[in-house]
Every structure is written in structure tokens, then in C-alpha cells.
């Protein structure tokens, strides 16, 4: 370098510098956002498969009842990180027997009612694929 | 001139860095960033649930919804138009014509029932509609009832011919029943219908049966949760996980379906033998095969003949198995011992 101010600034030594560390910085904040355990546990509410409600669990500050109606009239008991079928008119009661959800991946089901309860993982990384056994389960073929 | 290349080689560094580094993260984040396509529904009286990945992921669960919807319309014994239901009016007369599908899950039935020596009998029915567990009018029968009905059940009064797909019941008043081994063998439609629409990978889960399709995106194995059976009033939990590559599994678990009269509860794991809820200590028995029909059957009988009998029988058939008594005992077939796991201090491996 001349040293000469008058000398239109191109690039520099310190501008590779500078470009190395901004994207050590945006690889390393990348990383921590994509690693960070974000929990958002979602519950997704659906009747006969279509769905009424997605609540996010981890925004729910208290514990609330949530009124689906229908011949059976269920309610469901949501709460902070947790949710469950509080009430339903059915014979059975399985799904009021299934208790609290709390898990990415749980289940609980109305079989009556066609109405089932279920956990997400709003990230996507559900703590397992698949419950096996069930709680319930209605008439076989 | 010296100094442009040096500016060059220098931006190209940077670039390249960049790129390594974007490639590097893409990899490392892309099996979570694919989201698999998910879907609920209702058939064979039970809830269907599937995850299925890849871009076709939405055609292939429709596609699997109505292979088991087609499948409950050929096994169902309420279904009068099913193979099953005509079948069973057919008893005590002639063969009949049925589906290839249905003849190979009544093959299936009748191998299980063999090798069992009718702890799992496919013409339960004569028994289990007395009992009508999770129906509207579910009682206990009375042993008389019982009594009267038990000499219907014996599975070799059913006959299939899989090449001619026909099947005949030899006596009047016998009759089919597929519960124990159609939500398994519904997985093994769901698995052939994710093949057929070219899914990548994908779950599917028929009431407590559940089949494998694939390798699971990101690597690794899939992790399965196994239903704590104590679960319920507010401890919806597992006892313990199983990881798979492949493969189907079946709970037989005597919570999952009960009432009580004056009393006593009873269960929906009938023995053929007696007519009864099957008593021998057992709590759940989870069976994983190559097969989701017989790893549904295989659940029921191993369940029934109790923790040696049943495994022996899984032995035979060379299938993996998770037996847990009611004092929270728990015992694993060899060939499940590195994929499972306790997760809950309530139980403990036996021996």
C-alpha cells in the first residue's frame, strides 16, 4: 500500500478481516438459533382429522377450558405446557382416562366424538415417532 | 497488478469460506428442517395417525388413509359386505370367494393360531361378541354363556386356499373375528401404500400397532415410545423406548381396553381356551416382526400364553418381544436388548 490519500480504497487487509468475522459472527448466530432447544410444544385439536385448533402451550399463561361442544360435549383442560380432555359425554371415557399431555408426540383420543388431541413439537423434533399401545380403541374390525 | 491478485485470491478465500460454511450448517440442519407431512384420521374403530416425509408425503398418507378404509371394508365382521362378514354367514356351507388380501391376513391368522396352539384364535367371535368390549352393550357374559359358546372357537374349522383366494368355515355357529391382527395388518397396507406413491419415508400407527417405512430422514433410528401401562389420571407416559431401523410392533396391553362390574375389571386379551380375560401375571407384551399382521397376532398370543410360553413362540419366529408383568418386571428377547430402554424408575429388567 502507498500510503497515498488519494488513492481510490479498493480492499484491504482489513476488510477481509472484516468480512472474515461478520460471517463467523452470522455462521455462529445461525448455529445457536438453529441448536437452541427452542421447546414450543403445540397442541393441535382435530375432529374427524381436520383441524379447530393449534395452541401454542408454552404462550398459555393459564389454565384455560376449552368448549368443542357436539353430542358429546367436550371440554378440554388447556394449561400452561400441558393439555387434556377434561370432559366428555361418551361411554367409554378413555380419553378422559388418558390424563395430561405433555409431550411432543402424545396423543389423546375421543373415539365417540372423532375428536383427538395431539402434541408438536413446533421445531419439528418430536421426542418420539410413534406411541405404540394404546389407551382405547373403540370396536376392532 | 500484484495487488489485484492479491484482492482476487483474497475474495476468493472469502467465498469459499462463505460456501464451506453454508454447506457445512445446510447439512447439519437440514434433516430438521424437512417437515414431514402429518394426519389424523378414523377407521377400523380406532385412530389412524401417520407421518409421512418426502415431497409426495400428503398423496402418500391419503393414499394410506384409503388402504385401510379398503382393508376394514374387506376384514370387518360388521361390514356385511366384507369378505369377513360373508365368510362368517357363509359358516357350514360352501367355500366362498374373497380378496387375496384377506386370504393372506387369514393365512396369516391360521399360522400364528397353529404355532400357538390357539392361544391367538381367529374365531374368537362366537366370545368376544359376548363380551362386546368397547361396545355399547359390554358386560360379562356369565359362564354359562360362556360355556355355551366356547366349543365354536377353534380355528380349524377355517380353511383359506391363498391361489384360489377362497376360504370356507366348516361349522355352522363358528365365526371370524380380525381384531388382533388388523390394525397390523392395516400397517402393512399403510407401509405398501407409502411405496407405491414413492414417500421417502414415513410412520404409520393403527390404534397401538405401528409400521416403519424407510429410513428415518436425518439418520438414525426411529425412536418408539412404549406405553407405561400405568399410565392415565394424569400420566400420559412411556416406560420405556425402543429404537428401530425397520420393521412393525404391536402392543397387546390389558389396559387398553376394560370396564368394571361389580368390581372387577376385566380386560379384552380373551383366552380361547377358557373364554376369559387371559390372568397370568402379564401386563403388555409389545412384539416387533417383519410383518405388521403377525406382529399384531403375535402380540395376542404371546400375551396369552405368558412370559415363557410367548417367549418361545416369539423366539420361533425368530421376532423381538417386551414383556411386562404386573409387578413392573420387565423382560426382553435377546435380539431387542441394545434397541431397548427403561426410561421410568417405576419398572426394572428382570433375572
Redesign the interface.
Known sequence: MSGRRETVRTFQKQDLLLIVFAVLLAAAAFSWFQLQPSRGLVAVVEQEGNVLYRIDLDQQAQTEILDLGGPYHVTLAVEPGAVAFQHSGCPDQTCVRVGKLTRAGQAAVCLPARISVRLEAADGEQAFDAYTGAVQWGKGP | MDKSKK?AS??M??LL??IA?LVF?WK??GA??E??F?????A????V?Q?VYGENGEQAAQEGDRAVQE??NK????VESADVARLNAAAGTDWIDIAPETASILQDALDVAERSNGAFDPTILPISSLWDF???NQHFPGDAELQRFLPFVDYRNVRVDAEQSKASIKIRGAAV????I??GAACDQMVRAYQEASAKAG?A?V????GLYGT?PGGGA??????D?D??????V?MG??DLKEGF???S?S???TFEEDGRTYHHLLDPKTGYPADNGLV?V?VVYQNGAMSDALSTAAFVLGLEQGRALLEEYGAGGVFIDRDHRVTVTENLKDAFQIVSDAYALAE
Request: glycine share 14%.
Open positions: 484482492i483474497g475474495l478465500v472469502v469460506l462463505i460454511t450448517l447439519q440442519t430438521l428442517q417437515e414431514p402429518t394426519s389424523t384420521s378414523f377400523m374403530g380406532t385412530y395417525q407421518t382393508l376394514e376384514i370387518s365382521w360388521r368397547g361396545g355399547e373375528d380380525l381384531g388382533a388388523g390394525k410412520v400407527a390404534g397401538g400397532s405401528i428415518k426411529w425412536r418408539l415410545a412404549i406405553r401401562p399410565s392415565g389420571n394424569d400420566k400420559a412411556e423406548t425402543l410392533i404391536s402392543t396391553g389396559y387398553e381396553k403388555s409389545t
